[in-house]
C-alpha cells in the first residue's frame, strides 16, 4: 500500500514538474501573480520561465505608487522607512519614479538617517545612492522636498487623500514603460538651460508633448525669477498642460553644474498619443468647500479615463486649514467626493505654477499666457492620464 501511495506521488510531482517546465501557457499565467522583484528572480529558473517573465513584465503597464507618514519609528523619513518592504509587493518594473517628501523632516536628517555604523542594516537608506539600490538599473528618480505633502494612502486607488501641511509625510510614485506614452525626466539650472536643451527634454519642438510637471527649487535667489520665465515663455506657446510649484530643494536628480543653493527646476515631459491632461485653478475666490467641489467638478468635462490616471494638486503654503477657516483637508476631500477612485497626490508650495486648461483630441479649453502660469494663494489641481 505505501509502494503504490509513493508511486502516485512520485507521478503526480512528476506530471506538475512536466506542466511546469512545458506549458508556457500554464507557467505565465501563474507568474502573473508574483510581484515584479521576485519575478525577476525566479526568471533564471529556465529559459521558459524567463521568456515567461519577459511577456508578463510587459503587460504589467498599471501605475503604483508608496506613501506613508510619521513619525517613522526609525532614525530615517516614514517614506523610506517603508519602501525597501513596499517596493517588494509592486507588479510592474518601475522607469521613472517621482518622489515627494516634506522639507522639515527632510531638512533634520543627514540625507535620510542619522545612524551610526554599527546600526546600519542592509536596508537602510542614508544616501541617494542607496535609495536607487531599491530600483532597477537605467530607472529615473525625480525627488523633491517641499513644505507639505498631499498623499493617498498605500493599499488603494480609493483612499481617501490627505494634506499635511505640517508633519513627516511623502510618496513615491512608480511609472513603468506604457506604450503611446513616454515619460522624459529633465533637469535644468542656470549654466545647463539653454533653446537645445530644451528641445533634447522634448519641452518645445515637441508635437507630441501633452503634460509638463515642473518643480522649481531656490526661485526666489536672484535670477530666478528670469530663469523661471526661460523655463515658462517656449512652454506657454504650446498646447501641453503645464502644472507644478515652486519648492524647497531637490535631492535627485544629483546636481553636477551647479553649487548647493544655486536655483533650477525639475519635472517630467509626458508625450504620446495616449496622455490625457485637465487641470483647473482653485483661486483666492474659491474660500468654501461648496465652491471648492463646484471648480474641481469642472475637470469632468475632460471625460478622462480612471484607469491609469493619477490627481495632482499644487497649492499655495497660504491654503489649506488656515485658508478654510481652521477646517481640515477640505480641497482633498472635495477631490475625493468628485472623483472616488484616482489617487491624488501634491504638494503645498512657495508658489504654483499651472493654467485652467483641458487637452484632449487636440481641444483647448483655454489659452493661456506666460504671466497666467504663474500664481500666489491658488490650488493648481489636475488629472494626469497615462493610457
Known amino acids: 500500500m505505501c509502494e503504490n501511495q509513493d508511486?502516485?506521488?512520485?507521478?503526480?510531482?512528476?506530471?506538475?514538474?512536466?506542466?511546469?517546465?512545458?506549458?508556457?501557457?500554464?507557467?505565465?499565467?501563474?507568474l502573473m501573480f508574483v510581484p515584479t522583484k521576485s519575478l525577476l528572480r525566479i526568471s533564471s529558473v529556465c529559459r521558459l520561465w524567463r521568456n515567461c517573465a519577459r511577456r508578463v513584465l510587459r503587460t504589467q503597464q498599471q501605475l503604483a505608487f508608496v506613501s506613508a507618514s510619521g513619525p517613522s519609528n526609525r532614525e530615517v523619513h516614514a517614506l523610506y522607512s517603508s519602501l525597501p518592504e513596499e517596493v517588494?509587493?509592486?507588479?510592474?518594473?518601475?522607469?521613472?519614479v517621482l518622489a515627494m517628501v516634506d522639507f522639515e523632516s527632510f531638512n533634520g536628517h543627514t540625507y535620510w538617517c542619522r545612524q551610526s555604523k554599527a546600526k546600519k542594516s542592509r536596508h537602510s537608506l542614508?544616501?541617494?545612492?542607496?535609495?536607487?539600490?531599491?530600483?532597477?538599473?537605467?530607472?529615473?528618480?525625480?525627488?523633491?522636498?517641499?513644505?507639505?505633502?498631499?498623499?493617498?494612502?498605500?493599499?488603494?486607488?480609493s483612499g481617501c487623500p490627505q494634506e499635511y501641511q505640517e508633519g513627516e509625510a511623502g510618496?513615491?510614485?512608480?511609472?513603468?514603460?506604457?506604450?503611446?506614452?513616454?515619460?522624459k525626466p529633465f533637469h535644468f539650472c542656470k549654466k545647463s538651460i539653454s533653446p537645445t536643451a530644451l528641445k533634447e527634454a522634448g519641452l518645445v519642438d515637441n508635437p507630441e508633448l501633452r503634460v509638463v510637471l515642473l518643480f522649481v527649487y531656490e526661485a526666489y535667489k536672484s535670477g530666478g525669477a528670469r530663469f523661471l520665465r526661460q523655463i515658462l515663455e517656449p512652454l506657454a506657446e504650446s498646447k501641453a498642460l503645464i502644472a507644478g510649484g515652486i519648492v524647497e530643494s531637490v535631492f535627485s536628480p544629483?546636481?553636477?553644474?551647479?553649487?548647493?543653493?544655486?536655483?533650477?527646476?525639475?519635472?517630467?515631459?509626458l508625450s504620446g498619443s495616449k496622455v490625457q491632461g485637465a487641470s483647473v485653478l482653485l483661486g483666492q475666490d474659491i474660500s468654501n468647500p461648496k465652491a471648492a467641489e463646484a471648480t474641481i467638478r469642472r475637470l469632468k468635462a475632460a471625460k478622462i479615463p480612471e484607469r491609469n490616471t493619477l490627481g495632482f494638486m499644487f497649492a499655495c503654503v497660504g491654503r489649506g486649514q488656515n485658508f478654510y477657516n481652521n477646517v481640515l483637508n477640505v480641497e482633498a476631500d472635495a477631490?475625493?467626493?468628485?472623483?472616488?477612485?484616482?489617487?491624488?497626490?501634491?504638494?503645498?508650495?512657495?508658489?504654483?505654477?499651472?493654467?485652467d486648461r483641458i487637452i484632449k483630441d487636440d481641444y483647448t479649453l483655454?489659452?493661456?499666457?506666460?504671466?497666467?502660469?504663474?500664481?500666489?494663494?491658488?490650488?493648481?489641481?489636475?488629472l494626469v492620464h497615462l493610457g
Open 7 to 30: 508511486f502516485n506521488l512520485a507521478l503526480v510531482d512528476s506530471k506538475a514538474e512536466y506542466v511546469l517546465s512545458n506549458v508556457a501557457e500554464v507557467v505565465e499565467r501563474m
Open 88 to 96: 517588494e509587493k509592486v507588479f510592474l518594473l518601475p522607469k521613472t
Open 126 to 157: 542614508d544616501t541617494v545612492d542607496e535609495l536607487k539600490l531599491l530600483f532597477p538599473k537605467g530607472c529615473s528618480i525625480v525627488g523633491i522636498a517641499t513644505p507639505g505633502i498631499v498623499l493617498t494612502p498605500s493599499g488603494s486607488c
Open 171 to 183: 510618496f513615491a510614485i512608480m511609472f513603468p514603460n506604457i506604450e503611446g506614452v513616454h515619460i
Open 254 to 269: 544629483t546636481r553636477h553644474c551647479c553649487s548647493q543653493g544655486a536655483y533650477g527646476v525639475v519635472g517630467l515631459a
Open 335 to 355: 477631490f475625493h467626493k468628485v472623483f472616488p477612485n484616482t489617487p491624488l497626490f501634491g504638494l503645498f508650495g512657495n508658489g504654483e505654477i499651472g493654467c
Open 366 to 382: 483655454r489659452g493661456t499666457v506666460t504671466d497666467s502660469l504663474q500664481h500666489e494663494y491658488t490650488t493648481v489641481m489636475t
